[in-house]
C-alpha cells in the first residue's frame, strides 16, 4: 500500500509483523518512541528489512527541534542557525545527518524545510527556516542534500506550497494561506527550483486559494497535488502526517486517508496511529470492491511509491554505512562550524 507508517515501540513483535506483512506499507517513518540505542535501532531496521515487500525507512531529521536521534548521538544546529553560520556549516549539517541516517539503515530523511522564513511565520520561530531569501533557501537546501548524498541518503522538500507564512502550527490547527498565486510564487519558486534534485516533496496541511481551492487543505486538494506533481523532475509527493490536528475537521482517519487518494498524492504518512491501520485497509478495500476509479488510483499509487522505495534502498546500498565513532565526529563537527 501507499502508505509511509510509525511503529508503536522500539521493537515488533510477532502481533506487529503481521499487521505489517497484511497492509505491506511502502515505508516506515521511525520517532523517538522508536529509539533508544543504535545497537537497538539497526536491530529494529534489520527486522523491517526482513518484510515483504521490503520498505523503506525514513525520518524527520532537520536539526534543532526536529531532531529524532538526539538520545544517540546529542544536539544538533537548527537549519536557521546553520543557515546564518554559512554554506559551510549546512553542508556539515547535512553530512551528519546523512552519516546518522546511513548508520541506521535509514533511507530517507524527510528534510529540508524550503519554506522562507517570515515574520511571526510558526516555522521560522521554531528555527526551521534556512532564511527569508528564496534563492539562498535553494543554495542551503541543495547544500544540506549533497551532505545527506555523501552518505547515499536522499532528502524530501517540505512544507509544499509553502508554510512561511502561516502563524498556526498545522499539528494544531487548520490555517488559511492568504495570498493570491502572484504573491505565492517567491515560496513556489524553491520548489520548482530543487524539484530535479530531490525524489519526493510533501505537502502541508493549509487551505491555499491562490492555487484554485479555497474549500480543500493542500494536501487534500487535487488542484494543489497536481501542482506539486508537475513540478520539474516530477517528484513524488507525499501528504504530510494524515493524522495531524489541521484536519480535524475532515473526518476520521479512514476517511482522511481515502479523501488524500482521491487527491492524487503519490504517499500518505500515518505517523501514529498504528493500532488504526486494518481500519484505514478495511475501508480502502470495501471502497475499492464498488470503486474501480478508487481500485485503480491506489494501484497507481502502490507503483510510483514501489520505484521510489526501489531507488532508495539501491541508493544507499552504494555507500557503505560509517560506525558510531564517524557519526559521533560528525555531529560535533556540525555544532562546531555552526558556532
Known amino acids: 500500500m501507499p502508505l509511509v507508517v510509525g511503529l508503536p515501540g522500539t521493537t515488533l513483535g510477532t502481533e506487529e509483523k ?13 520517532f523517538s518512541r522508536n529509539i533508544s540505542t543504535p545497537e537497538q535501532v539497526r536491530e529494529l531496521v534489520g527486522t523491517i528489512r526482513e518484510l515483504e515487500p521490503r520498505p523503506f ?3 524527520d531529521l532537520e536539526g534543532g527541534m526536529v531532531n529524532r536521534l538526539s538520545v544517540l548521538w546529542g544536539e544538533l544546529p537548527s537549519p536557521a542557525t546553520a543557515g546564518a553560520a554559512g554554506r559551510r556549516a549546512v553542508r556539515s549539517l547535512g553530512e551528519a545527518a546523512g552519516a546518522a541516517c546511513r548508520n541506521l539503515g535509514i533511507h530517507l530523511n524527510l528534510a529540508p524545510v524550503v519554506d522562507l522564513d517570515c515574520p511571526d511565520g510558526c516555522l521560522g520561530v521554531q528555527g526551521r527556516c534556512f532564511s527569508e531569501d528564496p534563492e539562498r533557501v535553494a543554495i542551503l537546501a541543495r547544500v544540506f542534500n549533497k551532505g545527506l548524498a555523501e ?42 527550483e530543487l524539484g530535479p534534485e530531490f525524489p519526493a516533496v510533501m505537502v502541508a496541511h493549509a487551505i491555499v486559494p491562490g492555487l484554485g481551492d479555497a474549500k480543500q487543505p493542500a494536501s487534500l486538494s487535487r488542484a494543489v497535488i497536481e501542482r506539486a506533481s508537475k513540478l520539474p523532475g516530477s517528484p513524488v509527493v507525499l501528504a504530510d502526517d494524515l493524522e495531524m490536528g489541521a484536519l480535524d475537521g475532515v473526518g476520521d482517519l479512514p476517511e482522511r486517508v481515502v479523501a488524500a487518494v482521491h487527491a492524487r498524492n503519490h504517499g500518505l504518512l500515518v505517523c501514529n ?32 511509491m514501489g520505484t521510489l522505495r526501489r531507488d532508495l534502498l539501491q541508493r544507499a546500498a552504494a555507500v557503505p554505512a560509517p560506525d558510531d565513532a564517524t557519526v559521533a565526529q560528525l555531529w560535533q563537527q556540525a555544532r562546531r562550524e555552526a558556532g
Do not use: Y
Not at 502563524?167 to 510564487?185: G, K, Q, R, S
Not at 478495500?285 to 499509487?301: F, H
Open 57 to 59: 525507512v525514513t525520518v
Open 273 to 304: 496511529a498504528f493500532d488504526r491501520l486494518d481500519d484505514i485497509m478495511a475501508l480502502l478495500n470495501d471502497l475499492s470492491s464498488t470503486d474501480s476509479t478508487l481500485g485503480t488510483r491506489l494501484t497507481e499509487m502502490s507503483a510510483r
Open 18 to 30: 503481521v499487521i505489517l506483512e497484511r497492509v505491506q506499507p511502502a515505508g516506515v517513518i521511525l
Open 151 to 192: 552518505w547515499g541518503v536522499s532528502g524530501c522538500t517540505k512544507h509544499f506550497p509553502g508554510l512561511g507564512p502561516v502563524p498556526a502550527d498545522t499539528h494544531e490547527e487548520l490555517p488559511v494561506l492568504e495570498l493570491e498565486e502572484a504573491a505565492l510564487e517567491n515560496h513556489l519558486a524553491v520548489f520548482e
